[in-house]
C-alpha cells in the first residue's frame, strides 16, 4: 500500500467545557438534518439561537454531574490512536483524524490536517455503526460542502464506510461489554436480568422518509442476541426525545417503569447505538434511569460501559479500513 491514507473518524462531538455548552447546542439545532421542515432555511439561525439558550443552562446542569465536559473527544482520541496502531502494524502508511460535527475538533480542522500531511487517499469512516441521515448523512454532507470550497482537493481519493451495524467484529464487541455487564450480577441470577437495549430516538418523521436508522437499530439487536446466545429477556427501547413531535417508541423510562411493575427486579441497560460514553450514557441512563428504576424497587440496575477503548473495536475499525482500501487483513462479513 504505498498511497498515504487518511481515515477520519466522523462523530457528533461534545462540549469540552460548561461555557461550551450552548455554542455546541447552537451548532446541533442550526444543522439542517436535525431542525427541517417547511421554509425552516428562512429562521433556522434564530431558532437554533433561542432553543440553545433555554436549554442550555439545564444542559449545563447535567455535564456538571458528570466531569463538566463531554469525555467524548478523548475516548474518540483513543479509539483514533488504537486505530492508528493497529494500520501501522497491518504495514499500512496511515494517519487517523477526528471530524466532529458540532464542536472541535470540526470537519475543517480534519481537512486542513489532511491537507498539511499530504494524504493521498480518504477513509470516511463514521462512528455510528447504524446510518441515519441526521448523524453519517450529515457529517458526509459537511465533509463534501467543505472538499467541494477546496477544488484542489477534489480529486482525493475518498471511500466511505457507510455502516456496520452487523460487521461480526463489531458485535463481537458489543457482546463483550454486555458480558461484562452481566458478571456484575449475582451468579445465580444472570440468565434472568432484563436487558434493555436504549438506542438514541429519532422523530417517526425521519422514519417515514425513510431514513434506515431505526430498522438497523432492530437488526444490530437481533444479531447481538443470536451471536451472543443469551436467553435472558430482552427490549429495544428509545432515549433522548426532544420536541413535541413523535418519536420511536417504546421509550426507555417507561419501558423500565412497565418492567418494575411488573415484578423485574434487576436490569442491564446496553446503550446500543453509542460506541462512546458521553451525556447520553453517563447522565441519562447512568444517574436518570437508574434513579428510576431504584424509585420503582429495581434492585440491580447497571450499564454497560462504552466500546471506549475496546480492543476488539478497534480491531472491527481496522478490519473496516482494510475492506475499504483492500488490504489483505480485511475479513468478510
Known amino acids: 500500500m504505498s498511497e498515504k491514507v487518511g481515515v477520519v473518524l466522523l462523530n457528533l462531538g461534545g462540549p469540552d467545557s460548561l461555557e461550551a455548552v450552548e455554542p455546541f447546542l447552537f451548532n446541533l439545532f442550526n444543522d439542517p438534518e436535525i431542525i427541517n421542515f417547511?421554509?425552516?432555511f428562512l429562521f433556522r439561525k434564530r431558532l437554533a439561537k433561542l432553543i440553545?439558550?433555554?436549554?442550555?443552562?439545564?444542559?449545563?446542569?447535567?455535564?456538571?454531574?458528570?466531569?463538566?465536559?463531554?469525555?467524548?473527544?478523548?475516548?474518540?482520541?483513543?479509539?483514533?490512536?488504537?486505530?492508528?496502531?493497529?494500520?501501522?502494524?497491518?504495514?499500512?502508511?496511515?494517519?487517523?483524524?477526528?471530524?466532529?460535527?458540532?464542536?472541535?475538533?470540526?470537519?475543517?480542522?480534519?481537512?486542513?490536517?489532511?491537507?498539511?500531511?499530504?494524504?493521498?487517499?480518504?477513509?470516511?469512516?463514521?462512528?455510528?455503526?447504524?446510518?441515519?441521515k441526521s448523524t453519517t448523512g450529515s457529517?458526509?454532507?459537511?465533509?463534501?460542502?467543505?472538499?467541494?470550497?477546496?477544488?484542489?482537493l477534489r480529486d482525493i481519493k475518498t471511500d466511505i464506510v457507510e455502516h456496520y451495524y452487523e460487521y461480526p467484529t463489531y458485535l463481537d464487541a458489543v457482546i463483550d461489554r454486555i458480558e461484562q455487564g452481566l458478571d456484575r450480577f449475582p451468579e445465580h441470577l444472570r440468565d434472568e436480568v432484563h436487558i434493555l437495549f436504549s438506542a438514541h430516538g429519532t422523530p417517526m418523521k425521519l422514519v417515514r422518509e425513510g431514513d434506515p436508522y431505526s430498522g438497523h437499530i432492530c437488526e444490530t439487536v437481533c444479531a447481538v442476541r443470536e451471536r451472543g446466545g443469551w436467553k435472558n429477556p430482552h427490549t429495544?427501547?428509545?432515549q433522548s426525545k426532544v420536541g413535541p413531535q413523535k418519536w420511536l417508541t417504546p421509550s426507555t423510562p417507561k419501558v423500565i417503569e412497565e418492567l418494575a411493575d411488573a415484578g423485574t427486579t434487576h436490569m442491564l441497560a446496553v446503550p446500543i447505538a453509542f460506541v462512546s460514553d458521553h451525556l447520553e450514557t453517563l447522565f441519562e441512563i447512568g444517574k436518570e434511569f437508574r434513579h428510576l428504576a431504584s424509585e420503582k424497587g429495581v434492585e440491580q440496575f447497571e450499564v454497560t460501559e462504552g466500546l471506549n477503548d475496546s480492543a476488539i473495536f478497534a480491531d472491527a475499525l481496522a478490519?473496516?479500513?482494510?475492506?475499504?482500501?483492500?488490504?489483505?487483513e480485511a475479513k468478510a462479513a
Open 38 to 40: 417547511p421554509l425552516s
Open 52 to 132: 440553545s439558550s433555554k436549554r442550555h443552562p439545564r444542559i449545563q446542569e447535567q455535564y456538571k454531574e458528570i466531569g463538566g465536559k463531554s469525555p467524548l473527544l478523548e475516548l474518540s482520541e483513543v479509539q483514533a490512536r488504537l486505530l492508528e496502531e493497529r494500520l501501522a502494524a497491518a504495514g499500512v502508511d496511515a494517519k487517523v483524524y477526528l471530524a466532529m460535527r458540532y464542536w472541535k475538533p470540526f470537519t475543517e480542522d480534519a481537512i486542513a490536517a489532511i491537507e498539511r500531511d499530504g494524504i493521498e487517499r480518504v477513509v470516511l469512516l463514521p462512528l455510528y455503526p447504524q446510518f441515519s
Open 139 to 152: 457529517s458526509v454532507k459537511e465533509w463534501n460542502r467543505l472538499i467541494a470550497e477546496r477544488p484542489h
Open 236 to 238: 429495544l427501547c428509545f
Open 319 to 328: 478490519e473496516l479500513v482494510f475492506d475499504k482500501i483492500g488490504h489483505a
